[in-house]
């Protein structure tokens, strides 16, 4: 099978999310799959395989996405595109998610009360809260997620999470950078159409 866009995801958490957004983002008639990885390492390994493995259609966008963790965002995207560019692929998009997946939750918290069916208000009511106004500059997005929510396990919770969270109200500025890319994909795929 061939794909307009081939998603490289550094962990299945990353998968569960996208596969609930993107529908919502990309038309039918734009083909793409999301591939999930088991960290860093193995999507660094498993790059230059994927883009040789789809050379045969050369229309084929692939996007990147990966943790920042406690990387230096620029440093990371640079060490990623070097990693396409010597596989022969120059026309990847890489998305660095500032810093932790968890991140875009505490962009909505709204999206992790009604996953876990809290009194109405009790976490959105945070929103405008300093570090939840720019859950991109917290170093542990993870730590603070679990003090909002105690019973937060990433990859179980992150499919509870994902079906709520909003496309436009989302405070995390990496989300909203996301979405613009894939946004700005979708009318490239269609204008070339």
Request: proline fraction near 5%; aromatic fraction near 8%.
């Amino acid at each position: 099978m061939s794909y307009d866009l081939i998603f490289l995801l550094e962990e299945p958490s990353i998968k569960i999310v996208l596969e609930e957004i993107l529908p919502t983002l990309i038309p039918d008639e734009v083909h793409y799959i999301c591939i999930a990885h088991q960290g860093k390492q193995d999507l660094a390994k498993s790059i230059p395989k994927k883009i040789k493995a789809f050379q045969f259609k050369p229309a084929t966008k692939f996007v990147i996405v990966h943790d920042q963790d406690s990387h230096d965002c620029k440093t990371l995207k640079a060490d990623l595109l070097k990693i396409c560019q010597n596989a022969g692929k120059l026309d990847v998009s890489i998305r660095i998610i500032c810093h932790e997946l968890e991140s875009w939750f505490l962009g909505d918290l709204a999206a992790v009360e009604k996953a876990y069916a809290l009194k109405p208000k009790s976490l959105s009511s945070k929103q405008d809260q300093r570090k939840f106004r720019d859950p991109d500059q917290l170093n542990s997005a993870k730590q603070e997620l679990r003090k909002l929510v105690r019973e937060y396990y990433p990859a179980t919770h992150a499919k509870a999470i994902a079906p709520h969270l909003s496309l436009a109200d989302n405070k995390s500025h990496s989300f909203q950078v996301f979405l613009a890319g894939i946004r700005k994909l979708v009318n490239d795929k269609r204008e070339a159409n």
